[in-house]
Each structure stands twice: as C-alpha cells, then as structure tokens.
C-alpha cells in the first residue's frame, strides 16, 4: 500500500520526499480544493488527506477523502497544541505540541495517547515504529541536555513512551534539528552536529558558526545539511553518518534549504524564498558537485522526488504552480496552474497529488501509459468503492472479474467479516470500521505480552483481563 501513503517524508526532518521507484505523472488537474489553511505538513494515510489548522488560539486536526475532498475528521485539540511537528506510521498520526508528544488514530476519531514533557517539543520524525520528539527541558537558558523520546510500537504498548536524556555541552535553544534513520538520531543545535544511538553519543561534529545546521537529511550512510549565513559563507555539507567526519562541502553564493536526497543527487533550494530570489540546485552525492542549477522558477515549497522527477511549488506574477522537473538536468517537464501557494512538500502518488498552503488542494495525476493513451488516476477512497469500480480508474467492474479490464489493475477480492468493506489483503486493521483483521495470540492490553485468551491475569504484569 505504498502507493496510498505518505506518511513519513515531507515535513519530517528526518526523511527526504523521494519516492524512487515510483511512476511520475506527466500532467495534472484540480480535483478539489478545500478552503483550510493547513498549519502542517498534510499527511495521507489509507485514502484519507489528514493536517491541522489553526484559528486564533484553536487547533483542530482535520481529515478528508483524498477521492472527494469531502471532510471524514475532525478532532478539536487542546489550546496549548501548537503543532510544532507532525508524521505518521502505517496506522496513527503524531504529532509534537506545545506540551509534548500525543498520538491519533483517525479510524476511532480520537487521541490514543499523549505523553507530557516539561517543555514545548520542537521537532518530530518518524522512523519505522518509533516516533523521536526533541525536548530542551525546563531550562533552556543553560547548556543541560538534548531530550529524546521514543514511543516504540513494540506489542502497541503505546501508552509506555521511554523517555530517555542525553547530556550534551552544546545545549538546546531553539530552534534544533532532528534526522532518525535505523535507529540512530542526528540532531543539531547551536553549533554541534550530534549522532545518538539510543542513550549514547556516538559522535560529535563542530560546524564553525553559532546556530544549528539547517535542513538535516540522512541518505545512504551519508548526513546532508545546510550551514553558514547571516556573516559566514554558505555551504552544503555532507557527514559520513557513521564516524562524522566531513565527506566533502560545497561553498555556496546563496543559502540553502529545504535539501532532498534520492540516488546519487542532493537537491536544494537555494537562495531567499522570502524575497522571491530562490532557484532549485542539484548536486553529485559523491563530491558535492553543482550538476545543474534551474533560477528560472521561483520555489515556495520543500521538494519532493518521484522517480526521475522534481516536484516543487512555484510563483510567478501570473499565478501559483505546481512544476516537474527533470531530475537529470533541471529542464522543466509540466507545471499546472493551482489555486494556492504550495508551501509544504507536495504529496505526489500515484492516486493523487496533494499540496497545501492558503488552501488544500488535490489534483488528479496523469500518467503516460503509452505514446497515444495517457491515463489519469482518479481515487475512488481507501480500498475500492462499494458500488462495484476499479480502485485505480474507476472504470466499473462486476463482482467475479480478478482484475480491471480497463487498466489491469489486481482487484480485490477479501472483504472485511465485520463490514464487508473490500480489503487489499495486507492490511491489520479495516480501513472502513477499523475491525482488527489480525489473527495472531491477543495481547494483554496494559503492557502488550501475549496471552493465551484464557488467564484471568497478564502472567506479565498482573494485569486483570476479566
């Protein structure tokens, strides 16, 4: 179901939005537009657009059918939530707030948990099962300590977030940044780039300035930032993730930002996206070699990969765009014409593309199939639409046919015993009604060991399962 997720790149620092192996589309149109302006990076996740939005003091986070636009969730959060990062799993939202860390599952409409911190979180990635917060602690006026928490999905004991602090001589004003990748963290704050494994610090890198490294990305054993400015040079710098040493830097005449790794190709954007004087730069991964620069465009938004294709938000005097770029050299594919400023990563499947900015918007993609015969890719929600169509074109069915005969896309052909619902086959929970599809031992619900299904007590915990 990899081509129905986002739910770990954009907006987490710890991932680049790239998406290799997949099939860019060739041209695109509005589907729907809605009229919240998302006050974080959207997210999709079992065929539903999920962000938060924020009025005056109020935050709500939101959900939408990605097919229709129309609104499935709504959860009204504490005044204290300001989101100050958000991500997801395979299963549940997350997201930093001004009180710590809590999680969401949108198929029950509710907060599952939330772990409070004595500090507002600054950054949140998602790597796998776990979800990294960084915290300052009460007292951030003094060098004291980086605070990660990790909230592992061992067993779906999620009420049990470990929580661990790691002391570090560079302290942690705000603002910090966070990368996660194989179970190591990379977090940058004042002037030092530090590698954990779990409590310990594995390595730590000076960076010659004050402030933290901007935009961390880790990438195939290598860690890519942004460093320099306001008084020193600009450069982009790459860190061999295991020992910190530094691989190689690239001077700059501009600053950098946003950066994306896929291949052997670092991307950035360059230059100032606030006064309009920004561009797209690419680099060789290996040496940090300017392989092409494009400063026709004027970006707005964070890059996202797909295969052999850049996709960026642009503005121009005539309008807000959405603009492909060839990953090879830069030259513009297509742009279409949206009805926002694309200001997040935009979210680019294969049943749908989703930016955000003064609006959410969501276009239909459009995928070259042969020379003559493009086809466009029209979501029809999270597993199929009950009334008998293809759950990639649309393109009516009858209930005994294995595939579409339209597209030859595989249909679906398990249901769900609670609801009927049609199910891809993979997944552990239904997408309609949420039915746990897992056949395997119960679990204790207190500390997540397996049972037999006749104790009166966890033999774990003690726990009463009457």
Known sequence: MEDRNYSLAGGDAGRTASRPDGTPPSDAEVRWETPIEPDAQPLVLDGGVYTTVREFDDTDLVGYRLDDGSGTFRLDLPDDYRIRGFGADSRRLYAATGEGVAAFDPRTERTEWSVELDAATQRLAVDGSDVYVVNPGSNVRDDLVVRIATFPDGNQSYSRGIVYEVES???????????????????????????????????????????????LVVHDRSLYCSVGGSGS???????????????????????ASAIAAVGETVLAVVGDIAVG??????????????????????PTSPLSV????????TEEATGTSLTALDLADGTESWHVDVPTRV????????????????????????VETTADAPTRTRATGASGDESGQCPSCGAAVSSDEAFCA???????????????????????FCPQCGHDLDDSDPACPDCGADIDGDEAFCPQCGHSLD
């Open 169 to 215: 001589n560079a302290g942690v004003p705000r603002p910090s940044e966070l990368a996660v990748a194989d179970g190591s963290a990379f977090v940058s704050v004042r002037g030092t780039l530090i590698r954990y494994d779990g409590r310990e610090s594995v390595w730590e890198a000076t960076l010659d300035q004050s402030g933290p490294a901007e935009s």
């Open 233 to 255: 040079q600009p450069s982009l710098r790459a860190y061999d993730a295991a020992t910190g040493t530094t691989a190689w830097e690239t001077r700059l005449g501009e600053s």
């Open 277 to 298: 004087a920004a561009g797209v730069a690419a680099f060789d991964a290996t040496d940090g070699t300017r392989q092409w620069e494009a400063f026709d465009l004027t």
């Open 306 to 313: 797909v295969g052999e294709t850049v996709f960026v938000g």
């Open 343 to 366: 200001e997040y990563h935009p979210v680019v499947l294969d049943d749908g593309i989703v930016v955000g900015g003064d609006s959410l918007v969501c276009l239909d993609p459009v």
């Open 406 to 428: 339209d597209c030859g896309t595989k249909l679906p052909d398990e249901t769900c015993p609670e609801c009927e619902e049609p199910l891809d086959g993979d997944e552990a």
